[in-house]
């Protein structure tokens, strides 16, 4: 783990403009972008997840609740 750091550092030492940075910066998106497709993909063939999962997943409120709320007493 240490070596993908230090390999990362090292191509950080070649940015030098803000399209350099901007390109750096969705290669690495995009790279975990297709990562999780795949495993949503691996999911959706093993049944694990289908359209009904996916349409509880967009109607899920999840919102953290506020620090004061946790605290009232």
């Not at 350099?20 to 993909?41: G, S, V």
């Given at each position: 783990m240490q070596m993908a750091q230090l390999d990362v550092l090292n191509a950080l030492q070649g940015i030098r403009s803000e399209a350099?940075?901007?390109?750096?910066?969705?290669?690495?998106?995009?790279?975990?972008?297709?990562?999780?497709?795949?495993?949503?993909?691996a999911l959706w063939d093993n049944g694990s997840i289908n359209e009904q999962t996916i349409e509880n997943w967009g109607n899920e409120r999840m919102r953290t609740p506020y620090r004061y709320a946790l605290h009232r007493s």
């Open positions: 350099d940075y901007t390109d750096f910066r969705n290669m690495l998106a995009r790279y975990f972008a297709e990562k999780a497709q795949k495993q949503i993909d």
